[in-house]
């Protein structure tokens, strides 16, 4: 792109090069990266189309249009993600939050009774889901698992900027590898683990398959064993009347139920997505029962 430019040319200029490297919605796309670098939003370049633009700032929005056309995602850019109404920082190390995990903390919600809970997330990630919970249930505390350390600093930078850090206890841990259950008891476990089968990854969109970190994708061969692990060994951490709630993947409803034990676990609900497809398994344990 060269000098001199307005906000309505720039634009043209960078949805012309995002189309023509294949990236959907390239206007939309374009917009997002300019609003982001001019801290502005889409109503502004609108309104100031034909404001000129500056040197640097069009080397700048220049940069952001390759890493973009060459599949990078606008989130890693930008560095920022809306989940449930509340901006969160991403970073390459975690996975960007999903439309879809906002039904698993509006289940966590109501299976939760919003009072004096104790969280576990397992796979936190970025923490969207347990800072979501901390920040709609005031009372609630959270105890929030990676194995990923560069995951949970991502954590506590989200769980600090949401006001919610003193009611959080960050631990680098695989699965429950580093929690006693003599001394950890949750009334609440959620996880959105990996899932996603490794016949199943060359499949995803290159923005996903080649930037997101694959640990957060897939466990191995077909996507389930985060979820085995998590039916066999989460019991021991939940209080009487405890729920375990978990994201699953498009086609694996039926097989993770197949996978309950019903000695252990009654199957509440598998909860569906926009598109009608089983998404979020809610567990009570049985012992509770």
Aim: hydrophobic share 40%; proline share 6%; charged share 25%.
């Amino acid at each position: 792109m060269n000098t001199d430019r307005t906000i309505a040319e720039a634009l043209k200029e960078a949805s012309r090069i995002l189309d023509g490297s294949g990236v959907p919605e390239a206007r939309r796309e374009a917009s997002s990266l300019l609003s982001f670098l001019l801290s502005k939003d889409r109503t502004f370049l609108i309104s100031h189309a034909e404001d000129r633009i500056d040197d640097d700032c069009l080397d700048q929005l220049r940069e952001y249009v390759e890493r973009r056309a060459a599949g990078e995602p606008l989130q890693y850019i930008t560095g920022v993600q809306d989940f449930y109404g509340r901006e969160f920082c991403v970073t390459p190390d975690v996975l960007i939050p999903r439309p879809e995990t906002e039904l698993l903390v509006e289940a966590a919600l109501e299976v939760s009774g919003r009072g004096e809970v104790f969280i576990c997330d397992v796979g936190t990630g970025s923490g969207c889901i347990a800072v979501t919970l901390l920040c709609e249930i005031p009372d609630a505390r959270a105890v929030a698992v990676d194995k990923s350390p560069a995951a949970l600093e991502i954590t506590k930078l989200n769980a600090a900027k949401q006001s919610v850090a003193d009611r959080t206890v960050f631990v680098v841990s695989d699965c429950f590898d580093a929690l006693d259950a003599s001394e950890y008891q949750f009334d609440l476990i959620v996880s959105n683990p990996p899932y996603v089968s490794e016949a199943a990854l060359s499949g995803l969109q290159r923005e996903v398959r080649d930037h997101e970190p694959l640990v957060a994708l897939s466990p191995g061969p077909d996507g389930l064993s985060l979820i085995r692990r998590l039916l066999a060994e989460a019991p021991a951490y939940l209080k009487p009347n405890g729920h375990m709630l978990v994201e699953i993947g498009f086609d694996q409803g039926e097989k993770v139920q197949s996978l309950v034990d019903e000695t252990v676990w009654t199957l509440l609900e598998v909860r569906p997505d926009l598109q009608s497809i089983p998404r979020i398994v809610v567990l009570q344990s049985r012992s509770a029962l």
